[in-house]
């Protein structure tokens, strides 16, 4: 079979027990290292014809992560185009059997059995509430209906704009210091946010810098996620613990 992967997280879902299925993969595919596929662009402009002369069975995509147009242009080639939603911890597991299983005719994975026992023994600790940013110039942060926002609940995390009307709204940096966060939540992606670049915006408030692949790739990552996120966020948690 011949696999066409417009996704990080599914690349690396499928190289982790098939590699040799995918043929083509975005320039994002960063994991594993050293896959053998041809690269045909990014997540949101990938190039078509590129794609249809790998001649692939199947395509596998998002539909946040990749636009509706380029699927429908894959789709009016002839080619088969298999689009995932994942906005929860329980809807990836579901895609990601959809995908190997359903889709690309593997077995189903030792490791999704282990990522969803990892994520079964997780016992919630205290909440805290937190900002979430996922980019700055303008600030974005998480806001309601994401996957990682599923995740970081499942460890405590309260967003304070889980029920903002936008997924992913723009606020100011006013605003998301007056928000009444005690604790800000810095992934290194999309945004490579780190010790000398965010959380000087936000002090004195304590940051908890996370794993980007950890907080938001459904794929192998998420059997480690809860243990890699959780120390991230006990290390900044002590701070934040007055007013919580």
Request: net charge negative.
């Amino acid at each position: 079979m011949r696999v066409v992967s417009l996704v990080p997280s599914l690349t690396e879902a499928v190289a982790a027990g098939a590699p040799g299925l995918l043929v083509g993969v975005t320039d994002w595919c960063s994991h594993p290292a050293g896959l053998g596929a041809a690269r045909i662009g990014g997540t949101k402009n990938p190039d078509v014809p590129a794609v249809v002369r790998l001649r692939p069975d199947l395509v596998i995509a998002n539909e946040e992560e990749n636009r509706a147009q380029d699927l429908d242009a894959l789709r009016a080639a002839g080619i088969e185009v298999l689009v995932t939603e994942v906005r929860t911890l329980d809807q990836a597991f579901r895609e990601l059997e959809r995908v190997l299983v359903d889709g690309c005719g593997l077995g189903r994975p030792a490791w999704l059995d282990e990522a969803e026992a990892a994520w079964a023994a997780v016992r919630t600790p205290d909440p805290v509430r937190a900002v979430i940013p996922v980019w700055r110039r303008p600030w974005m942060v998480l806001g309601r209906d994401t996957f990682a926002g599923d995740l970081l609940a499942r460890l405590g995390v309260v967003n304070v704009y889980a029920d903002h009307a936008e997924r992913y709204p723009r606020i100011g940096i006013g605003e998301l210091r007056g928000s009444g966060a005690r604790l800000v939540v810095l992934p290194d992606e999309p945004y490579a946010f780190g010790p000398g670049d965010g959380p000087e915006a936000f002090a004195p408030m304590p940051a908890a810098f996370v794993d980007g692949r950890c907080l938001t790739w459904y794929g192998p990552s998420l059997t480690e996620a809860p243990a890699v996120i959780g120390a991230a966020l006990r290390a900044a948690l002590p701070a934040a613990d007055p007013g919580r």
